[in-house]
């Protein structure tokens, strides 16, 4: 080795995302993204939008954008951070709230990237197991720590907790930062944000990539007291200033005041979810309670990495976690009613004749 070699950050598991075929007329529903379009605003905007503006720096502060969400979710302005995805406000968080040299806590299985933030960053964490039905044990979460993140509802499993849950894990850790990350609440569950007043430790993350149809934007934010939210500034302007650029922060605003066409996608999704649920079932699948846009399931008599790999022949793209306790599991994006009703015919074809097995 080098000298300088062994001066060189590295992460030991990087953040793998779903597969991204080039194709695009293949069946995608590996990466939970919206199989709907953005809101017709958005649509508006991005046909109207003055290009010769890009020669110019974006709004320091998002005030378009941030204004409309903190409209939208009924907060002040003062109380909403943004950022290039989710992704990019959950680093920010780490980064601004995580420094007290203790472990900060997040479950075994929940979404991949909060061990690689923690190694990074150079903090130390914990990660509780999930009970054998994959709930969160809020019990684990009562000892001491440098911070807590969950996801509500968890990923890859789909389960959500209730608010009761969160005030409880929140009134044993009135000494340090609780980040819960709200990805998939718009599909089920009921958001944290309506327990900010209670608490001044809380931050609440949402993303516009899953119910907003925009995902290829990159627009995330969170919500939280207001000395919170101006201590992320102070670091994310120390670290780059224009994360937001000029076009996100347009449809982003876009999307948030169409809020017809939101309610309409969800509800959509949620009756294509029910459906596709019934549907895998009946071909032998157990499925968690989804309170996301995916359905967590195993099959009863053929390994999950079978039927990725005989699907993906297929050109039906599903999502495989080669991860100890969930290996047996594949993630199910819901996409549209066609889409689904391929995947199914699919699985049909694919899966083992019960009867003859039987008999």
């Known amino acids: 080795m080098k000298a ?16 991204q ?3 695009y007329s293949v069946t995608k529903l590996n990466a939970n993204e919206n199989p709907y379009p953005p809101a017709p605003g958005v649509v508006k905007a991005m046909e109207e939008f003055e290009t010769s503006s890009l020669r110019l720096y974006p709004a320091l502060n998002a005030d378009e954008l941030i204004d409309e969400i903190a409209h939208f979710k009924q907060v002040k302005p003062s109380q909403v951070f943004v950022g290039v995805g989710s992704d990019d406000v959950i680093g920010m968080c ?3 709230y995580f420094n007290s040299g203790k472990p900060i806590l997040f ?7 909060y061990d690689v933030w923690a190694d990074l960053y150079r903090i130390p964490y914990e990660c509780p197991k999930l009970d054998e039905k994959f709930h969160i044990k809020k019990e684990d979460y009562y000892k001491d720590n440098g911070g807590i993140i969950f996801a509500n509802p968890n990923a890859p499993t789909s389960i959500a907790v209730g608010l009761d849950f969160i005030r409880d894990v929140l009134e044993h850790n009135q000494d340090v930062i609780v980040i819960v990350d709200e990805a998939y609440i718009d599909f089920g569950g009921e958001s944290a944000v309506s327990l900010l007043e209670e ?3 809380l931050v609440v993350v ?3 990539s899953k119910s907003r149809s925009l995902a290829g934007l990159r627009v995330g934010y969170c919500i939280a007291s207001e000395e919170l939210i101006q201590a992320l500034n102070t670091v994310k302007f120390s670290y780059n200033s224009y994360t937001m650029n000029m076009l996100a922060i347009k449809l982003g605003a876009e999307s948030v005041k169409d809020t017809e066409y939101f309610y309409q996608t969800i509800d959509k999704i949620i009756a294509t979810r029910t459906w596709s649920k019934e549907q895998l079932e009946q071909l032998g699948f157990t499925c968690m309670d989804s ?3 995916f359905l967590f399931a195993t099959h009863k008599s053929m390994a999950a990495k079978e039927i990725f790999e005989k699907l993906q022949e297929r050109k039906i793209y599903v999502r495989h976690f080669d991860k100890e306790r969930i290996d047996n599991y594949l993630r199910i994006t819901i996409g549209t009613d066609q889409q ?6 699919a699985l049909k074809e694919i899966l083992p004749d019960e009867k003859n097995i039987n008999g």
């Open 340 to 345: 689904m009703e391929q995947l199914v015919n």
């Open 94 to 96: 780490f980064l601004t």
């Open 4 to 19: 300088w070699e062994k001066n060189i950050r590295t992460i030991k598991h990087p953040y793998v995302a779903g597969y």
């Open 107 to 113: 479950p075994d299985i929940t979404y991949s990237f």
């Open 199 to 201: 608490y001044d430790n």
């Open 206 to 208: 949402q993303t516009f």
């Open 291 to 293: 309170s996301t846009n």
């Open 21 to 23: 075929p080039k194709d």
